[in-house]
């Protein structure tokens, strides 16, 4: 009985070894091909926009790449913009992107990063496609880390509230 729990510990082992990409690998992703484009929706006075993209990112101290989502959003309240990174939508992955994230599965993105502009702040979630032209994004708050260090916000939460249905636009 120990000697199969060892050889079953051992695969698992292996597995996930194999699994971890090497140096020079490319990790594709076709699965992100159904959340990229322009998606938008609204809830009460307040409306999101996301415009988000498949983009090989390389991982430079790892010697590999792989494709995630990136994206660009827009949060309106009453007619007014109140935080939005649009005017950078369609360009290369660096400090503009506020969204970032990773397939899990066919129909749900991990999403790593969704930067509160506001805030200053990161959070995450998860977008969910409910079918090709709805999708659902679930933000959570995250510890408290301030990206500048100078600015303080005592208040813990989220300036795009935390669930949203998009639906696709383009």
Not at 33 to 51: C, P
Not at 101 to 115: A, D, I, K, W, Y
Request: proline share 3%; hydrophobic share 40%; no cysteine.
């Amino acid at each position: 009985m120990k000697y199969i729990l060892v050889l079953v510990l051992f695969i698992s082992l292996v597995d996930s070894w194999a699994q971890e990409p090497k140096k020079g690998d490319y990790v594709t992703d076709t699965a992100l091909d159904k959340f990229a484009g322009t998606w938008q929706g609204t809830q009460g006075g307040q409306s999101l926009k996301l415009v988000l993209k498949k983009e090989k990112v390389y991982f430079k101290g790892f010697d590999y790449s792989r494709d995630l989502l990136i994206g660009w959003h827009e949060l309106t309240i009453n007619g007014q913009v109140v935080e939005s990174t649009l005017s950078f939508a369609g360009g290369p992955y660096d400090k503009n992107v506020t969204i970032l994230g990773s397939s899990e599965g066919q129909v749900q993105v991990n999403l790593t990063t969704f930067r509160d502009l506001s805030r200053e702040r990161n959070h995450a979630g998860t977008l969910l496609l409910q079918d090709p032209n709805v999708i659902r994004l679930t933000l959570r708050l995250t510890e408290h880390v301030i990206l500048n260090k100078k600015k303080q916000d005592p208040v813990n939460a989220l300036t795009v509230p935390g669930e949203w249905i998009l639906k696709k636009v383009d």
